[in-house]
């Protein structure tokens, strides 16, 4: 069984990064996409991006200029940094697993880290 | 983007009732289209993909319909397990996006 665990800090000051990593464990990332997605308190999601192990990504264009992510396979483990965050950017953070026999779905996910950003 | 709307926000319904959902998308997307379901302070759970396709060890009272741009997920007895919250999420285009989500709580 796949499971995947969000790892990081909680509390993130304005204009920092937020830095997240993603265990891997019951299967290899060697294979399909890695996702994060976050959700705001008490709104819906909001797919950031995702990385293959080849290092190739995607990004949503509302964030693209403030994500990057990152891929370590000795590891199973994939990263996200998102720079100069502002209050907008609290939410429940979710690394998922990409891509099901070619559909761009999101089959196994992470329980989510609340990361709040504030001074 | 795509934008996916769904209808309603929220939803009352009784143990046993047949529950509808509608996801409508801003442009086509074909068959592409994937729905979870959320409950409070869990990560969401995929269903169903490419429309209809139920994912192994969903119950079978959940089912998918529909193309291009109206889509519905319809479950055919609510069972007290499913009051939740249901996304939808197109997948024809990046980036991907999500409906805003459908409560489904007890009437």
């Known amino acids: 069984q796949v499971q995947l665990q969000e790892s990081g800090p909680g509390l993130v000051k304005p204009s920092e990064t937020l830095s997240l990593t993603c265990t891997v464990s019951?299967?290899?990332?060697?294979?399909?996409?890695w996702n994060w997605i976050r959700q705001p308190p008490g709104q819906g999601l909001e797919w950031i991006g995702h990385?293959?192990?080849?290092?190739?990504?995607n990004y949503n264009p509302s964030l693209r200029s403030r994500v990057t992510t990152s891929v370590d396979t000795s590891k199973n483990q994939f990263s996200l940094n998102l720079s100069s965050v502002t209050a907008a950017d609290t939410a429940v953070y979710y690394c998922?697993?990409?891509?099901?026999?070619?559909?761009?779905?999101?089959?196994?996910w992470g329980q989510g880290t609340l990361v709040t950003v504030s001074s | 983007d795509i934008q996916m709307t769904q209808s309603p926000s929220t939803l009352s319904a009784s143990v046993g009732d047949r529950v509808t959902i509608t996801c409508r998308a801003s442009?086509?997307?074909?068959?592409?289209l994937a729905w979870y379901q959320q409950k409070p302070g869990k990560a969401p759970k995929f269903l169903i993909y490419?429309?209809?396709n139920l994912e192994t060890g969903v119950p079978s009272r959940f089912s998918g319909s529909g193309s291009e741009t109206e889509f519905t997920l319809t479950i055919s007895s609510l069972q007290p397990d499913d009051f939740a919250t249901y996304y939808c999420?197109?997948?024809?285009?990046?980036?991907?996006?999500f409906g805003q989500g459908t409560k489904v709580e007890i009437k």
């Open positions: 998922a697993r990409g891509e099901k026999s070619g559909h761009n779905i999101f089959d196994y």
């Open positions: 019951g299967g290899s990332i060697s294979s399909h996409s």
């Open positions: 990385i293959y192990n080849s290092g190739s990504t």
């Open positions: 442009q086509s997307i074909s068959s592409w």
């Open positions: 490419e429309t209809s």
């Open positions: 999420q197109q997948y024809r285009t990046y980036p991907w996006t």
